[in-house]
């Protein structure tokens, strides 16, 4: 019988939640990412392929250049019409989801209300897999810790489509499960029932991992038709209403990972096939 190469352990030390593997290929080898490293210090502004990694949990943000793209979609569902001609600002974009072991650093201080049942569970729990079962509130309350923020649906889509109108946010805009982890397996996706290590597939041009299925990930915007507008009240955190997520998961099919799709929750509901990729305004000192 061969031997048994991954290992997953959960341990309560103290009531802190750690998380350990043993035996996994993706659980990093501590190299640096690709590109250039960039810092408020560099005195200069960041450039497509430099990334930034956020001191409070080491999470590794890539620059989104600014630009000009067509949101929405005129043939697909009938929320994402009508197709318009979107602008956005140059922004910072987590490379990857939000991990266990990310999240497991938040939890440390973190009210525990926060905890995701998620992170014990056979399956998910990996630390280098995509924390699951995030509420909004959770997310919320991460990205306050973090200093971070939740990417609007309008700078999700622009980055999903990489500059190039993808209909699916993958590394060349098809999709297949060679290079998404969505419902069903084959090819380089053997995960059919749970998340795969984030990075398990290759990058979207833009340098981002995963932005086709794995996990939801939710947006800061309320669930309201388009045009998309940024200033009609969207993104009000403080609104209680249905919030926009992105990109598909394990659990979902084709059609809901296209780059133009959008699906929404309740802010309060945790299931497990929801996380997060978070972003940051770009500030020069």
């Given at each position: 019988?061969?031997?048994?190469?991954?290992?997953?352990?959960?341990?309560?030390?103290?009531?802190?939640?750690?998380?350990?593997?043993?035996?996994?290929?993706?659980?990093?080898?501590?190299?640096?990412?690709?590109?250039?490293?960039?810092?408020?210090?560099?005195?200069?502004?960041?450039?497509?392929?430099?990334?930034?990694?956020?001191?409070?949990?080491?999470?590794?943000?890539?620059w989104i250049?600014?630009?000009?793209?067509?949101?929405?979609?005129?043939?697909?569902?009938?929320?994402?019409?009508?197709?318009?001609?979107?602008s956005v600002?140059?922004?910072?974009?987590?490379?990857?989801?939000?991990?266990?072991?990310?999240?497991?650093?938040?939890?440390?201080?973190?009210?525990?209300?926060?905890?995701?049942?998620?992170?014990?569970?056979?399956g998910f729990?990996?630390?280098?897999?995509?924390?699951?079962?995030?509420?909004?509130?959770?997310?919320?309350?991460?990205?306050?810790?973090?200093?971070?923020?939740?990417?609007?649906?309008?700078?999700?889509?622009?980055?999903?489509?990489?500059?190039?109108?993808?209909?699916?946010?993958?590394?060349?805009?098809?999709?297949?499960?060679?290079?998404?982890?969505?419902?069903?397996?084959?090819?380089?996706?053997?995960?059919?029932?749970?998340?795969?290590?984030?990075?398990?597939?290759?990058?979207?041009?833009?340098?981002?991992?995963?932005?086709?299925?794995?996990?939801?990930?939710?947006?800061?915007?309320?669930?309201?038709?388009?045009?998309?507008?940024?200033?009609?009240?969207?993104?009000?955190?403080?609104?209680?209403?249905?919030?926009?997520?992105?990109?598909?998961?394990?659990?979902?099919?084709?059609?809901?990972?296209?780059?133009?799709?959008?699906?929404?929750?309740?802010?309060?509901?945790?299931?497990?096939?929801?996380?997060?990729?978070?972003?940051?305004?770009?500030?020069?000192?």
């Amino acid at each position: 019988m061969k031997k048994l190469i991954k290992y997953f352990a959960l341990l309560f030390l103290g009531g802190i939640f750690v998380v350990s593997c043993s035996g996994f290929s993706s659980c990093g080898s501590g190299a640096p990412p690709a590109g250039n490293k960039w810092s408020p210090e560099s005195g200069r502004a960041p450039q497509l392929g430099d990334w930034y990694e956020n001191t409070k949990d080491g999470y590794v943000l890539v620059w989104i250049p600014a630009g000009e793209f067509e949101m929405g979609s005129d043939s697909d569902d009938e929320d994402a019409r009508p197709r318009s001609k979107i602008s956005v600002e140059g922004f910072w974009l987590g490379k990857y989801e939000v991990t266990n072991e990310q999240f497991a650093k938040f939890l440390e201080t973190a009210d525990q209300w926060h905890r995701t049942p998620y992170l014990y569970q056979e399956g998910f729990n990996n630390p280098k897999q995509p924390v699951a079962g995030i509420r909004f509130y959770d997310a919320l309350a991460y990205c306050e810790w973090s200093g971070l923020r939740m990417p609007n649906e309008a700078e999700w889509e622009y980055a999903a489509a990489s500059g190039k109108q993808y209909d699916f946010p993958t590394n060349n805009g098809s999709l297949n499960h060679d290079n998404a982890n969505y419902l069903g397996t084959g090819g380089t996706d053997i995960w059919m029932e749970a998340t795969a290590p984030v990075g398990s597939f290759p990058p979207s041009p833009f340098g981002l991992y995963d932005m086709a299925g794995n996990v939801w990930e939710w947006t800061s915007s309320l669930y309201q038709s388009y045009p998309y507008t940024a200033g009609d009240g969207r993104e009000d955190l403080n609104q209680r209403d249905f919030r926009v997520m992105r990109g598909g998961s394990y659990a979902f099919g084709e059609t809901y990972c296209k780059t133009s799709h959008r699906h929404y929750f309740d802010m309060h509901l945790r299931y497990d096939y929801v996380g997060m990729r978070l972003a940051k305004t770009f500030i020069m000192r």
